[in-house]
């Protein structure tokens, strides 16, 4: 029995330039962190020659190519796994649409236990590459790359994407203190509202040419966010959320929504310095930085459960080896 524990990701700046119709002409550029809520992914050999996935759908097959799944069936087709598996996937937070990357982190983690079974060492960049080409490549999902590398690498990185494809990622070395200060000012809400990213972001593609000056601005963040860190200024991303969102809600209609517009404008008129929705925008979580002393305020003032998290150092790991 194998099980690997992948963490889910918030990106502070530069989503969007990951996607390769602005990287492949401009390049990308995307700071984020893993987070302590991960998806689990449990394989085990059974004797029978078949596939049994229990999940957030149960399937029972024969063969690989029956799986209905297409994540799981394209992950057992790049680990040479025909059937003889039982698979069961666990995850923190609901397993869909809710911005954290949960399907890339699903698609790292199911590829790492998979390779693990086999006997295989496969590098975290690997299985992020792997995991691109899957999602992005094999199944023609219009996403961003940062997600895979993210859920695969772990930490507060900076990530570059090139125009030939090539993905550079760079750790950003804070203190535990300045780590910690920094958690202490986000807070997490679950909007209850989940949305397809793939629909979001395709409406953001076919508007790639009238967003480029957009998008430039927030590959532009991501980089002076990178510098401000690296100088420990980490409070510099209340106001760069702030600016952000902006921009990003200008992209396409539907990244935001009355709803959401409601909530962040109470955060903020309760002391918040910025938010932002995290991932393609639409719904799932609303991140929000604001100084400890008000906290208290922007939880009254939003009608949300809240999700309390901190940093993830490490990304897709095996956490149990019983082969």
Same mark, same amino acid.
């Given at each position: 029995?194998?099980?690997?524990?992948?963490?889910?990701?918030?990106? &502070?700046?530069?989503?969007?330039?990951?996607?390769?119709?602005?990287?492949?002409?401009?390049?990308?550029?995307?700071?984020?962190?893993?987070?302590?809520?991960?998806?689990?992914?449990?394989?085990?050999?059974? &004797?029978? @020659?078949?596939?049994?996935?229990?999940?957030?759908?149960?399937?029972?097959?024969?063969?690989?190519?029956?799986?209905?799944?297409?994540?799981?069936?394209?992950? /057992?087709?790049?680990?040479?796994?025909?059937?003889?598996?039982?698979?069961?996937?666990?995850? @923190?937070?609901?397993?869909?649409?809710?911005?954290?990357?949960?399907?890339?982190?699903?698609?790292?983690?199911? !590829?790492?236990? /998979?390779?693990?079974?086999?006997?295989?060492?496969?590098?975290?960049?690997?299985?992020?590459?792997?995991?691109?080409?899957?999602?992005?490549?094999?199944?023609?999902?219009?996403?961003?790359?940062?997600?895979?590398?993210?859920?695969?690498?772990?930490?507060?990185?900076?990530?570059?994407?090139?125009? @030939?494809?090539?993905?550079?990622?760079?750790?950003?070395?804070?203190? @535990?203190?300045?780590?910690?200060?920094?958690?202490?000012?986000?807070?997490? &809400?679950?909007?209850?509202?989940?949305?397809?990213?793939?629909?979001?972001?395709?409406?953001?593609?076919?508007?790639?040419?009238?967003?480029?000056?957009?998008?430039?601005?927030?590959?532009?963040?991501?980089?002076?966010?990178?510098?401000? &860190?690296?100088?420990?200024?980490?409070?510099? !991303?209340?106001?760069?959320?702030?600016?952000?969102?902006?921009?990003?809600?200008?992209?396409?209609?539907?990244?935001?929504?009355?709803?959401?517009?409601?909530?962040?404008?109470?955060?903020?008129?309760?002391?918040?310095?910025?938010?932002?929705?995290?991932?393609?925008?639409?719904?799932?979580?609303?991140?929000?930085?604001?100084?400890?002393?008000?906290?208290?305020?922007?939880?009254?003032?939003?009608?949300?459960?809240?999700?309390?998290?901190?940093?993830?150092?490490?990304?897709?790991?095996?956490? /149990?080896?019983?082969?």
């Amino acid at each position: 029995m194998i099980i690997s524990r992948t963490p889910l990701r918030i990106s &502070f700046a530069g989503g969007g330039t990951d996607i390769q119709d602005f990287y492949g002409r401009n390049g990308g550029s995307v700071v984020s962190t893993t987070i302590d809520k991960y998806i689990y992914v449990i394989v085990k050999r059974n &004797f029978i @020659d078949r596939i049994h996935l229990r999940g957030s759908v149960n399937e029972e097959v024969d063969h690989v190519e029956q799986i209905r799944h297409d994540l799981v069936r394209e992950a /057992l087709k790049k680990a040479e796994i025909q059937t003889g598996v039982d698979i069961c996937i666990m995850a @923190d937070i609901p397993s869909q649409g809710t911005g954290l990357g949960s399907s890339s982190s699903l698609t790292v983690g199911l !590829l790492n236990a /998979l390779y693990t079974i086999q006997g295989s060492d496969v590098s975290a960049m690997e299985l992020a590459k792997q995991a691109c080409e899957i999602e992005i490549d094999i199944l023609k999902n219009p996403i961003g790359k940062q997600d895979q590398y993210a859920a695969a690498l772990g930490g507060l990185r900076h990530f570059q994407f090139h125009p @030939d494809g090539k993905v550079h990622s760079e750790s950003i070395n804070l203190s @535990d203190n300045q780590k910690q200060e920094m958690d202490n000012r986000l807070l997490l &809400f679950y909007t209850g509202i989940n949305r397809s990213a793939s629909a979001i972001l395709s409406q953001q593609v076919k508007k790639m040419g009238q967003n480029m000056a957009m998008l430039q601005n927030l590959k532009d963040q991501s980089l002076e966010l990178k510098k401000q &860190f690296e100088r420990g200024n980490h409070a510099y !991303l209340g106001g760069l959320l702030a600016d952000g969102w902006r921009i990003k809600k200008s992209l396409t209609i539907e990244i935001s929504n009355s709803h959401i517009d409601t909530w962040y404008e109470n955060a903020l008129n309760a002391g918040a310095e910025g938010g932002k929705i995290a991932g393609a925008g639409g719904g799932g979580f609303l991140l929000i930085y604001a100084e400890e002393e008000f906290h208290q305020a922007v939880r009254q003032s939003l009608p949300l459960q809240e999700l309390s998290f901190q940093f993830e150092n490490q990304g897709s790991a095996i956490v /149990l080896n019983l082969d």
